[in-house]
């Protein structure tokens, strides 16, 4: 999804910076607080990005290591973030803990806390226009934008909030590093990719809540622009959906059952993915970042 959103903001003329959130991964503790293991993570998606065609040529996306530019500039950034912090007090930054996957409850540490407010001074330090990040960091964009009407600032930055992808099991709202089943891995292989979403939840006849028809909407339909079922012409024959509600309209029916949506599916997330494979087998580097990778231990 990131590639899909990245180059539809090149395509329509924007010129993107993609945080590589280095400092941000260690305050929240991701892998371990190892900043060394939080940097081959952030060159290992670098790759994958690259490989799934994320349109960079011509410098418009614009790839930024947090730690470094906050080193290079840290005479910018620190008043900013001490500015927020100081204009806002405790609760409302505590609102703001989910963008690090927490809640007001969990016991957090003083890093965890300043957090917040570095992420919302970093919309300002990039000097972004457009902020896009997921749903679930909607709160800090909330609190950038309510900084802005605190210094009386008139340009305030626009915020597009993607949707979050949920887990494939039932009830999973959102996935899981930590459960393999949970999601697609841009390093699984066919055979895993064919498992997991074999093992899906995909009730019959069922929209709410169904997994599948959240990745054929906002992962397929968007990359090919059709979703191609392929089935005995005794169960209906081959059918090409050109948008979602097409899909949504004869799933609801019965005539697009989960025994065909599944396999299907299965088949145009490895057409994905495979540019991806292709890429880390062949190129030494990206070999040996996913080995590494591969090897690290995921800590929430």
């Not at 069922?206 to 599948?212: A, D, H, T």
Request: charged residues 30%; hydrophobic residues 40%; proline residues 5%.
């Amino acid at each position: 999804m990131k590639t899909i959103n990245v180059n539809k903001l090149t395509f329509a003329g924007c010129k993107v910076k993609m945080w590589i959130a280095d400092w941000f991964a260690q305050l929240n503790n991701k892998m371990g607080g190892d900043l060394k293991k939080i940097q081959t993570v952030g060159r290992y998606l670098i790759e994958i990005w690259k490989a799934l065609g994320m349109d960079i040529e011509g410098g418009k996306v614009e790839f930024l290591w947090s730690s470094e530019e906050i080193n290079s500039r840290a005479d910018e950034y620190w008043p900013l973030v001490m500015d927020i912090a100081r204009r806002n007090k405790l609760p409302r930054i505590m609102r703001c803990v989910q963008i690090m996957g927490r809640s007001e409850q969990d016991e957090l540490t003083a890093a965890q806390i300043l957090y917040p407010c570095m992420q919302c001074a970093d919309i300002f330090f990039l000097k972004a226009d457009i902020c896009q990040l997921g749903m679930d960091q909607r709160k800090v964009n909330v609190l950038a934008r309510e900084y802005c009407d605190d210094i009386k600032r008139k340009n305030k930055p626009i915020i597009l909030s993607h949707h979050m992808l949920p887990g494939l099991q039932q009830g999973q709202e959102k996935m899981s590093k930590s459960d393999p089943s949970s999601a697609i891995f841009m390093e699984d292989e066919e055979a895993e990719v064919n498992v997991k979403i074999k093992k899906a939840y995909c009730p019959p006849m069922m929209v709410e809540g169904n997994p599948c028809l959240e990745y054929i909407n906002y992962v397929i339909l968007p990359w090919f622009n059709e979703f191609k079922v392929e089935r005995d012409a005794e169960h209906g024959g081959e059918k090409v959906f050109k948008s979602f509600d097409e899909v949504v309209a004869d799933y609801e029916s019965g005539d697009l059952h989960p025994g065909d949506l599944k396999p299907a599916l299965s088949k145009a997330l490895n057409k994905i993915l495979q540019p991806v494979r292709n890429h880390f087998n062949k190129d030494p580097n990206a070999r040996d970042l996913l080995k590494r990778v591969k090897g690290y231990r995921v800590t929430r």
